[in-house]
């Protein structure tokens, strides 16, 4: 057999860490959004950290790893690998598998599932390598006790996750379980709610950390109020999910656990109103729900009103952040009135405001009719997005955007085009060329 080990399958990874014991980890999250990411995990104390593409590694102790389940606001899942090799095709992945010692992560008493993800010309299917790991954990418990442990794709006691890039295979426990966007509060949802962790990850680009009134006069479900109330007043985002992966584990620390979920140290206050209106009475019903839900219905005022109904600013400076429409529904004229209308209303209504628009169609932010300060290329579902960053001024709205900008301010900007993931690289080339030729 090609396959290299990196360890010996009788010395895994430290997947029985002592107190203190330190281990690598590896967090998932979305495209685009590994710097906030990173950052999130040096703050909580995490060390080694590196970005990757839609993950960024790291090393810490038990304590870290619970942690950054319950306090990272932009992690998917929170993984920790317990064996790497190499093979060269799934007998291979079989063989490196079954060499392992399994009773020390199953009996056969624990239920299990296995979820692979490959980017591989040599694994075309991740469902194969998923059955051939399968297979190997079940034989090694067969040849000894002629019984297997079963499989459980709803409600296992240890996931499993299975990485391939080319030959390198990564194996590790899954220590979130059910995706940590699921935070837990949402009772009701609207058509195109958006996702708890690209929610927070636009928040934290922004900067907003409380230090202003927030608004989102598009609020659908409430999803940025929501996530922006528990970043102003330090809640950690997990703190309503009933259960985490790594509390079935045979080595969780029950004490240590609940001193990590009680420790309120990062609690602030929030000094200014976080406001959230739509258009829909039945998006505002269901907001309410899901902020009542998240006990956070004190912090966040909702109203029925369409945009062009703000006459005044709630107060004279704060943040706007939305997500308008994408026009799925819609026809292109009333999607252009639509964002001309936003673009109108902030110019109007919103001076000394900064505004972040998440849209994907360039002709929608083309109708907004003023000049971002920056832009964030973000991905919402399958979907090539980008978060605008407005800084309202008083002064004639600009019929379009400047694309001529001066040289200075154009390097300034090249910055942002070392992008984290590879498909945010590739998208912003594509945007500078496009400003270039403009
Ligand atoms: C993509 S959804 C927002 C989803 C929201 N971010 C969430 O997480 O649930 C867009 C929202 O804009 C609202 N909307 C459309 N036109 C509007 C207008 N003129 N004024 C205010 N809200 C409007 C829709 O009712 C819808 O709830």
């Known amino acids: 057999m090609e396959s290299e080990r990196l360890n010996k399958p009788d010395e895994p990874l430290g997947q029985r860490a002592g107190d203190g014991e330190r281990f690598p980890m590896i967090a998932k999250t979305l495209a685009e959004l590994e710097d906030v990411l990173a950052e999130e995990l040096v703050a909580l104390g995490a060390e080694d950290v590196e970005i990757g593409t839609r993950m960024v590694s790291f090393t810490g102790d038990k304590a870290l790893m619970y942690k950054a389940n319950l306090h990272c606001r932009t992690a998917l899942r929170i993984l920790k690998p317990i064996y790497n090799f190499k093979a060269n095709g799934a007998d291979e992945v079989y063989e490196a598998i079954k060499g392992l010692n399994w009773e020390e992560w199953l009996s056969l008493d624990t239920t299990f599932s296995i979820d692979s993800v490959v980017f591989s010309r040599i694994f075309t299917h991740s469902k194969f390598v998923t059955y051939r790991v399968k297979d190997a954990i079940a034989d090694w418990f067969f040849e000894r006790y002629g019984k297997r442990p079963s499989v459980s794709i709803t409600n296992p006691d240890i996931a499993l996750h299975v990485h391939i890039a080319h030959n390198r295979c990564s194996l590790s426990l899954d220590s979130s379980g059910e995706s940590l966007h699921k935070r837990g509060y949402r009772v009701g949802q609207t058509e195109a709610p958006l996702n708890e962790v690209l929610a927070a990850g636009m928040i934290l680009k922004s900067g907003w950390k409380g230090d202003t009134p927030f608004i989102d006069p598009m609020c659908g479900s409430g999803t940025l109020l929501i996530e922006a109330a528990m970043i102003g007043l330090g809640i950690p985002p997990g703190i309503h999910r009933q259960h985490f992966a790594f509390e079935k584990w045979a080595d969780f620390d029950q004490e240590l656990f609940s001193t990590i979920y009680n420790d309120d140290s990062g609690a602030r206050e929030l000094k200014y109103p976080i406001i959230g209106s739509d258009i829909s009475h039945r998006a505002i019903a269901i907001a309410e729900k899901n902020i009542k839900n998240a006990g956070l219905k004190k912090y966040i005022e909702l109203a029925v009103k369409p945009m062009q109904r703000y006459d005044k600013a709630p107060a004279p400076t704060g943040v706007i952040i939305t997500n308008p429409p994408y026009g799925e529904r819609m026809k292109v004229e009333e999607l252009d009135s639509l964002y001309d209308m936003i673009g109108e209303r902030l110019k109007h209504v919103f001076v000394g405001y900064r505004a972040y ?29 980008e978060m605008r960053e407005y800084e309202i001024f008083a002064g004639k709205r600009e019929e379009r955007p400047k694309r001529s900008a001066p040289r200075e301010k154009r390097v300034r900007e090249n910055d942002q085009y070392k992008r984290n993931s590879r498909e945010g690289y590739r998208r912003s080339q594509r945007a500078r060329r496009g400003e270039e030729e403009d």
């Open 357 to 385: 628009v998440l849209s994907y169609r360039k002709e929608s932010f083309d109708a907004i009719g003023l000049r971002h300060s920056k832009r964030f290329f973000l991905y919402n579902g399958a979907l090539e997005c």
